[in-house]
């Protein structure tokens, strides 16, 4: 793992701080063409950038960004013909992809740019060293961030540093996101360490993994003591996309203010009796195993061998009497939208 270092509280870029003639003359190649991958190449095209896809001939990705209007080349060809090259595959393919045909391609003082400091940071994909590397990791899945762009806007995202070989790094990732509109919203700069090893433990602690469990242990609480599934799917799913909403527009008291007198002192006293400091330590070695790649050796290994645990849980989970109760009353609101 990369030795760098907290320097304290994060700066925050603007317009004003990025200069997109920077990209003046560049050509990028944008490696994968998912959610991320098109969202980003489209943004940077409509901006005014050349863009060319780089993809695995034959995939069922080729004809959608021909389509789209892109020059699509080999994986090979477009690293080569790039000044950047956005390294867009998923996480566990970004190794043999880098190794097997970027690599071999890189002249000196290209650019190789990540939107995630997975394969970076724990050692997957080591660039060499007279290669500008950077990351600019926006803040929302690919839909959202190209629907904020077609607004006139952006969404936020973060901007980071591993290696400054030419002196322009950070000018080249600033000018990709301002050519996003990231800049428009705020961009904020950490390093590559601080991105991937933040963005796994939210993932499990909270936004995925705790809050998923949490939902899943209310709902079976309700149904063992004899309530109905119906309603215990309303009280621990169905409005938590209410409370969300108040809590995201504008923060945690936000949504004090917007609830019940009821909830309010019901929530207050008993929220930290349930997550206690019990949580809170279970927690800490959530991010233990994220900071000494406990986890990333894991999921490694998993994909490496077919993701069969991973399958295991998604099945289960798939199963779950929530997912079937949810189905049957989110066609109750299908309706009522017809109806309207």
Request: charged content about 30%; proline content about 4%; aromatic content about 8%.
């Given at each position: 793992?990369?030795?760098?270092?907290?320097?304290?509280?994060?700066r925050?870029?603007?317009?004003?701080?990025?200069?997109?003639?920077?990209?003046?003359?560049?050509?990028?190649?944008?490696?994968?063409?998912?959610?991320?991958?098109?969202?980003?190449?489209?943004?940077?095209?409509?901006?005014?950038?050349?863009?060319?896809?780089?993809?695995?001939?034959?995939?069922?990705?080729?004809?959608?960004?021909?389509?789209?209007g892109?020059?699509?080349?080999?994986?090979?060809?477009?690293?080569?013909?790039?000044?950047?090259?956005?390294?867009?595959?998923?996480?566990?393919?970004?190794?043999q992809?880098?190794y097997?045909?970027?690599?071999?391609?890189l002249?000196?003082?290209?650019?190789?740019?990540?939107?995630?400091?997975?394969?970076?940071?724990?050692?997957?994909?080591?660039p060499?060293?007279?290669a500008?590397?950077?990351m600019?990791?926006?803040?929302?899945?690919?839909?959202?961030?190209?629907?904020?762009?077609?607004?006139?806007?952006?969404?936020?995202?973060?901007?980071?540093?591993?290696?400054?070989?030419?002196?322009?790094?950070?000018?080249?990732g600033?000018?990709?996101?301002?050519?996003?509109?990231?800049?428009?919203?705020?961009?904020?700069?950490?390093?590559?360490?601080?991105?991937?090893?933040?963005?796994?433990?939210?993932?499990?602690?909270?936004?995925?993994?705790?809050?998923?469990?949490?939902?899943?242990?209310?709902?079976?609480?309700?149904?063992?003591?004899?309530?109905?599934?119906?309603?215990?799917?309303?009280?621990?799913?169905?409005?938590?996309?209410?409370?969300?909403?108040?809590?995201?527009?504008?923060?945690?008291?936000?949504?004090?203010?917007?609830?019940?007198?009821?909830?309010?002192?019901g929530?207050?006293t008993?929220?930290?009796?349930?997550?206690?400091?019990?949580?809170?330590?279970?927690?800490?070695?959530l991010?233990?195993?994220?900071?000494?790649?406990?986890?990333?050796?894991?999921?490694?290994?998993?994909?490496?061998?077919?993701?069969?645990?991973?399958?295991?849980?998604?099945?289960?989970?798939?199963?779950?009497?929530?997912?079937?109760?949810?189905?049957?009353?989110?066609?109750?609101?299908?309706?009522e939208?017809?109806?309207?």
């Amino acid at each position: 793992m990369s030795k760098e270092k907290e320097n304290g509280k994060a700066r925050v870029y603007h317009d004003k701080d990025a200069d997109l003639g920077v990209l003046d003359g560049k050509r990028i190649s944008v490696i994968g063409y998912g959610i991320q991958g098109s969202a980003q190449a489209l943004c940077l095209r409509d901006s005014g950038l050349d863009v060319s896809i780089g993809l695995r001939e034959g995939g069922g990705s080729w004809k959608r960004a021909e389509k789209d209007g892109f020059k699509v080349l080999p994986v090979p060809e477009a690293a080569k013909r790039a000044d950047i090259v956005m390294l867009l595959a998923p996480d566990m393919a970004q190794k043999q992809i880098y190794y097997d045909h970027i690599e071999k391609n890189l002249d000196p003082g290209d650019a190789l740019y990540f939107s995630h400091g997975f394969c970076v940071t724990y050692g997957l994909v080591r660039p060499p060293e007279n290669a500008d590397v950077i990351m600019v990791a926006p803040k929302s899945p690919g839909p959202k961030l190209r629907e904020a762009y077609l607004e006139g806007f952006g969404v936020p995202a973060l901007l980071a540093v591993h290696q400054d070989y030419t002196g322009q790094a950070k000018a080249k990732g600033l000018a990709l996101a301002k050519a996003m509109g990231f800049t428009r919203a705020g961009v904020v700069e950490c390093t590559f360490d601080q991105e991937t090893l933040s963005d796994l433990f939210g993932e499990q602690a909270v936004l995925c993994g705790g809050v998923t469990e949490l939902i899943k242990a209310g709902f079976e609480t309700l149904v063992e003591d004899g309530f109905p599934p119906e309603l215990a799917y309303f009280e621990c799913l169905h409005e938590l996309k209410l409370i969300v909403d108040l809590i995201w527009s504008g923060g945690l008291e936000n949504m004090w203010s917007h609830v019940s007198e009821t909830a309010r002192y019901g929530g207050r006293t008993r929220g930290r009796f349930l997550i206690d400091e019990g949580v809170r330590q279970r927690m800490r070695k959530l991010l233990a195993d994220v900071k000494d790649g406990t986890f990333a050796h894991e999921w490694i290994v998993e994909h490496s061998i077919g993701c069969p645990k991973f399958e295991m849980l998604r099945r289960i989970g798939s199963e779950h009497p929530i997912e079937k109760v949810g189905a049957e009353i989110r066609k109750m609101f299908e309706k009522e939208d017809k109806r309207g």
